[in-house]
């Protein structure tokens, strides 16, 4: 049974935290925990920190902390190495790391209130909320909805799962700065009953099995999803996806009527929905899709009443216009992200003409996609460049990474399981088909995700290199490869201008090997200027 929230903040008011007993559970070292000390501690809080980490694992942060002559650390304490009960048990609230479970948690459990960054975000802020969640694409489009706002004139801002703790900005905030959230499903479990997320426009990514040895099924990550608009309202849109998924194979209930999970969402939801699609959409369906022409690649569209964001305006008059063309960020995937974030600033009120210039500029961000290094071979002169696609949790996401370049690349995959299916990427690592490009070689570090991928590798006969136990031995193997004369046939015609994307896009966690996979991206980027 999901865990329900009281409605509504613990906190009346921000004047209300000053001599309040706050403890930090989880203070990490991405930023989210370190957010919460200095807010808590700038309002006044008493404020115990405690990780299950030691000191010497969190010192870059503690660190941060104790540098900053800003902060009053007479109010603060540390409890590391350990959880305390008497840490949760007579403090007025709890702030809750989103990664931990609260059921069967006796900390939590013994808590007399629980908050998160976000619920008191949602609780305070005046401004628009722009809130994104699913499984994949997440990251890429509220970076491209920030981009896009902020390059129209609007101050904006980013915060929630992309690593930025909205603490941050919470006091820059009023009724003019729309914030753009990116959702986990934990994020979002967390806020089940406060009734404080209440988007003005909520998006929900593709949906693809993640997170199953949390969840253990579709159904209940699905339920965590739905509450970006839960209680949203007829005057919010939500933006969904139209296009078929194996929603009538993953859920365990199908829904009469519903071929997709965009269907149940829009079946369920009480804002105004809006559809985006890679086809052209049906008649009388509202949103944004994709057309493919010969000569200019894959453009994308809006077509929507101009009532729906004009209350004044005809209601007979449908807007349809260019939105999206040619992307500096290589991907089909990444087309959908940047057309959802041309759909927003529609709504925003940001002319087409002034959306399609603004997206085309748009460079991506960091651990996605991100082209990090070119290297030229010395000995055969092939280009070759590297791509950090770390943020490639999912197998599925590896899959479609593999596919961004209209050509093959060189794969770098594998990491620990989470127990997740890899046939799809197994499967599409071993298809033989017009317009699929198999890779040119398949790099694996080792971990129990890449045993899954392995084992179903070897009954499709694909070939692949390793698994190597290091990242670094991993690219020194690669690159000694790749200067080898003979070894230049592999990637068949040599054309002088012609770069060979090499993608390190794991479709597993980072666990065991790496800190996260933030660390992993990192330290991908550091080995490839190093070694090549």
């Known amino acids: 049974m999901a865990h329900v929230y009281p409605e509504g903040c613990v906190f009346n008011s921000l004047d209300d935290i000053a001599g309040k007993k706050v403890t930090v559970m989880g203070l990490g070292l991405n930023g989210g925990g370190e957010a919460c000390v200095r807010f808590f ?17 969190l010192l870059p942060t503690i660190n941060s902390i104790e540098n900053d002559r800003m902060l009053d650390k007479s109010r603060l304490r540390y409890v590391l190495g350990e959880h305390r009960m008497e840490d949760f048990s007579d403090a007025f609230c709890v702030i809750k790391n989103p990664g931990v479970k609260i059921e069967g948690n006796k900390y939590l459990q013994s808590a007399r209130a629980i908050e998160t960054d976000l619920s008191i975000l ?30 129209a004139g609007f101050k904006v801002f980013l915060g929630g ?24 499903s934990w994020q979002l479990a967390d806020l ?65 009527g519903c071929k997709c999970w965009g269907d149940v969402f829009a079946s369920e939801t009480k804002a105004t929905v809006l559809r985006y699609s890679k086809k052209i959409l049906p008649d009388g369906v509202w949103g944004a899709y994709q057309v ?10 809006i077509r929507i009443p101009l009532s729906l964001t004009n209350p004044k305006a005809d209601s007979q008059t449908i807007v349809e216009e260019n939105v999206m063309g040619e992307l500096l960020v290589p991907g089909q995937h990444m087309k959908i992200n940047v057309l959802n974030a041309a759909l927003v600033m529609h709504i925003m009120g940001i002319v087409p003409q002034l959306t ?55 794969l770098v995959a594998g990491g620990t399981d989470k127990g997740l299916d890899f046939d799809f990427l197994a499967q599409s690592l071993a298809k033989k088909e017009l317009h699929h490009y198999r890779p040119y070689e398949i790099y694996l570090l080792s971990g129990t995700g890449t045993d899954k991928l392995t084992a179903l590798l070897d009954q499709l006969s694909v070939k692949y290199v390793g698994p190597f136990d290091s990242l670094q031995m991993l690219l020194g193997i690669m690159k000694t490869n790749m200067m080898e ?44 200027r190093s070694i090549f």
């Open 161 to 184: 799962n992309i690593t930025v703790s909205p603490l941050t900005f919470l006091h820059k905030t009023d009724g003019t700065t729309p914030v753009v959230l990116e959702l986990s």
């Open 41 to 57: 501690l700038l309002h006044g809080a008493f404020v115990t920190v405690t990780d299950m980490k030691t000191r010497e694992q």
């Open 485 to 528: 004369p003979n070894h230049d046939k592999v990637y068949g015609p040599f054309f002088e201008k012609n770069y060979i994307p090499v993608v390190f896009s794991p479709g597993a966690t980072s666990f065991g090997m790496f800190t996260n996979e933030f660390d992993r991206g990192n330290k991908f980027k550091d080995l490839v």
């Open 192 to 256: 089940r009953g406060r009734k404080l997320l209440k988007p003005k426009i909520s998006i929900i990514t593709k949906i693809v099995p993640d997170h199953q040895n949390w969840y253990g099924a579709m159904d209940p990550y699905v339920d965590d999803k739905k509450l970006i608009y839960a209680d949203q309202t007829e005057k919010d849109f939500t933006i969904l996806d139209f296009d078929e998924d194996d929603y009538l194979t993953e859920t365990a209930n199908p829904k009469e």
């Open 292 to 301: 493919k022409t010969r000569c200019e690649g894959i453009k994308g569209y």
């Open 122 to 151: 949602l609780k305070f802020t005046k401004a628009p909320i722009i809130a994104v969640t699913g499984s994949k694409g997440k990251s890429s489009t509220v970076s491209a909805i920030e981009y896009g706002l902020k390059s």
């Open 356 to 410: 399609l210039s603004i997206l085309g500029q748009w460079k991506g961000i960091q651990h996605r996609l991100e082209r990090c290094h070119d290297w030229v071979c010395e000995t055969t002169k092939r280009k070759f460049a590297f791509y950090n696609d770390t943020c490639a949790t999912v197998p599925e996401a590896t899959a479609a990474a593999t596919q961004a370049f209209d050509q093959s690349v060189v």
